[in-house]
């Protein structure tokens, strides 16, 4: 037995030992394998053995003793579980033998989680089922248990994709009761007691998809002496929906209208969004009117906003108006009066003034083509099209900017209240780097802080004007393009870069974006002379958070059914554009598409490629790859189930002919 002094030293022994130790806090990585890592607050990685592995899960928060071993990396030893972000996931129901398992869809993690007797459904093995965690493994000698929480049906079930993105993102479902009850009492007759200024007769029209049905902004405009009136009518859902009721306490939670293919997912009930308050032909709705007098020169002179009740006239689809403003087409002249037939010409040639208005005075976004993925009654992609913006989107495109940079000059005079769209150009880290790559190419502008939106504006717009004439000045924008901060949600006028605004506030999109219903009622109380609600940062975080995880989603699907397109047009030839350089290959974005895959240029037993991490370039013995740079690829192998895209280069002259063959075919055919 052991003295006092003996026990004394022991404890003062062990005291030591804990006070040398170094501890961090940090989030569990997992890899595809047995071991992970821990994520130090600080940005260091420690490693976390197989053993530790298996007593905890992706994305817990533990606290950790640190050591080095003999190669002076990390290795972490858990000491505490401090929180476990994972409550519920979705997954593959598979049995081994009388045991039953989920296979977590939470890559790279790929550990089986056990399901107890208690806890077994009707499932079978195959099943996609979403489920929560009822015992975690971290004091329970590493053996996590779970439970299935629905049965969401087997791979093979028509539409069974958008069901599993629905469950894995955690989209929402059904209306609450009290949501669906406020639904129920807002009628379209509701809406003539609104008592408010008549502008029926003006003859306002909507220009959208063909498909559209939630249709949320009219227009209207006429040739004035200096140049023009611009009329944009938005939908006004805030008429019947206060701050604080269900409708807007859930339109909030939802934050948009997800376009998920095959499985959209609207920000109000459908009888709201696609009848009560769209703006439908011949149907007098009551609208948020933003009036604005445009210089011949394209500049906002002067603008108003206040609230009426206007009728929609006719609804056009994208393709007719731009046929009619084209030349291209006589449909709508036959069949319109000439008051609207003036009104679109009125618009188009007010659209390209504030084009030409902001290529000198701001930032145009390059165009992009769009993607319509037909679906077949199985919900998988039967045809791809491929659509370049036309006229009468450029049209919308830009009534729609003006109006929300009207917005956000109004709410600058009420800080605190509207929610912006910002952009504040580069990501900090980066902008040594952005300095050092300038210096390179265009000394001149080198020396210029472009945290400050007229030296950004400067630099973007010298590159764009010089980038078709200078290969070291295109390469220079490709890289500094992706140097980029994302877009987000912020409650105050920091400026819009990448549109070069100095406060841009969307208010065009109230049926489907919460933001904008959100600033219609901050609008609202400005022009009754009320002081508008504060919001707060945390709130726009918030927002901006439930979009990115609806955006995640959406990508994951259309890339999941593409992927399932893909695997049945293998070893066809298209051409694409790098959008992505690493040691291994290069990501290429498929042009008839619009999805990316990877061509692996890094094989075992050949030379090793030459990767710039700084200018992202990548040299092989016979070519050097740059972002935007087009190649020829061919489809060689697509893994559905990880949704990967393998591709193989070709030769651009074989790719041309084989193209050419292919459409003639499908001509023959």
């Not at 928060?61 to 979705?90: G, W």
């Not at 007797?117 to 009707?122: A, I, M, S």
């Not at 559209?212 to 611009?230: C, P, Q, S």
């Not at 308050?277 to 020169?297: K, Q």
Request: glycine share 6%; hydrophobic share 35%.
């Amino acid at each position: 037995m052991l003295s006092k002094d003996a026990l004394s030293q022991l404890s003062q022994l062990k005291s030591n030992i804990v006070s040398n130790k170094e501890y961090a806090e940090g989030v569990v990585r997992p890899t595809a394998k047995r071991f992970g890592f821990v994520r130090l607050d600080d940005g260091r990685d420690a490693f976390l053995d197989p053993d530790q592995m298996l007593r905890v899960l992706p994305g817990d928060r533990v606290k950790i003793s640190l050591t080095e071993n003999s190669k002076k990396q990390l290795e972490a030893t858990l000491e505490s579980l401090l929180e476990s972000s994972l409550s519920t996931f979705v997954g593959r129901y598979v049995r081994k033998g009388p045991a039953h398992f989920v296979e977590p869809d939470l890559p790279p993690f790929s550990r089986w989680l056990f399901i107890p007797p208690q806890e077994r459904t009707n499932c079978s093995e195959g099943d996609l089922v979403q489920c929560e965690l009822i015992r975690h493994p971290f004091k329970h000698e590493g053996k996590a248990q779970i439970r299935v929480i629905n049965r969401i049906g087997k791979p093979e079930e028509p539409g069974i994709e958008g069901r599993y993105i629905c469950a894995k993102f955690q989209l929402p479902g059904e209306w609450s009761e009290a949501a669906a009850a406020q639904a129920a009492t807002i009628k379209p007759d509701a809406l003539q007691g609104l008592e408010r200024e008549d502008l029926s007769d003006i003859p306002f029209v909507t220009i959208d998809s063909e498909f559209t049905r939630d249709m949320d902004d009219a227009l209207y405009a006429e040739k004035t002496a200096n140049g023009w009136r611009l009329i944009s009518a938005i939908a006004d859902p805030s008429s019947l929906i206060e701050l604080g009721s269900p409708l807007e306490q859930t339109a909030q939670e939802r934050v948009s209208t997800l376009y998920l293919l095959g499985h959209p997912i609207t920000m109000l009930p459908t009888e709201l969004s696609h009848e009560t308050f769209s703006l439908i032909p011949d149907a007098e709705r009551p609208a948020v009117i933003c009036t604005m007098d445009i210089n011949s020169d394209g500049s906002i002179e002067h603008y108003t906003f206040n609230t009426a009740n206007i009728k929609s006239h006719h609804k056009l689809s994208y393709q007719n108006v731009s046929e009619l403003l084209d030349d291209s087409g006589d449909t709508l002249e036959q069949e319109l009066p000439a008051t609207i037939i003036a009104s679109l010409r009125a618009l188009a040639d007010c659209a390209k003034a504030r084009l030409n208005y902001r290529q000198e005075n701001a930032l145009v976004m390059e165009d992009r083509a769009d993607y319509q993925y037909w679906l077949n009654d199985n919900k998988k992609i039967e045809r791809i099209e491929k659509r370049l913006r036309n006229t009468a989107q450029k049209v919308v495109e830009e009534a729609m900017l003006a109006t929300n940079i009207c917005a956000g000059e109004l709410f600058n005079t009420h800080p605190n209240s509207a929610y912006y769209s910002g952009h504040i150009g580069f990501r900090p880290e980066r902008l040594d780097d952005v300095k050092a790559l300038v210096a390179e190419v265009l000394p001149e502008l080198s020396e210029l802080d472009f945290t400050q939106l007229e030296n950004f504006q400067r630099l973007f717009k010298t590159l764009r004007q010089n980038a078709v004439h200078s290969q070291d000045q295109a390469r220079l924008l490709s890289l500094l393009q992706r140097m980029q901060q994302a877009g987000s949600l912020t409650t105050q006028p920091v400026g819009h870069f990448g549109l070069g605004f100095n406060s841009y506030a969307t208010v065009t999109s109230p049926i489907r974006r919460y933001q904008d219903l959100h600033n219609h009622m901050v609008l609202k109380a400005i022009l009754r002379g009320e002081t508008p609600q504060q919001t707060n940062e945390e709130q726009a975080i918030a927002l901006q958070e439930t979009l990115s995880i609806g955006r995640q989603a959406s990508r994951t699907l259309e890339q999941w059914l593409l992927c399932q397109y893909l695997s049945e047009h293998l070893g066809t030839v298209q051409f694409g554009t790098i959008t992505g350089v690493s040691a291994r290959g290069i990501s290429v974005r498929l042009e008839e598409v619009g999805t990316d895959g990877f061509v692996q240029l890094a094989e075992k037993g050949q030379p090793k490629p030459k990767f710039d991490s700084r200018r992202l370039s990548l040299v092989t013995d016979t070519a050097e790859f740059f972002l935007d740079q087009t190649v020829a690829v061919k489809i060689k192998d697509v893994d559905v189930n990880s949704r990967r895209i393998s591709l193989e280069l070709v030769d651009p002259a074989m790719a041309e002919r084989l193209q050419a063959f292919d459409k003639q075919e499908q001509t023959t055919q």
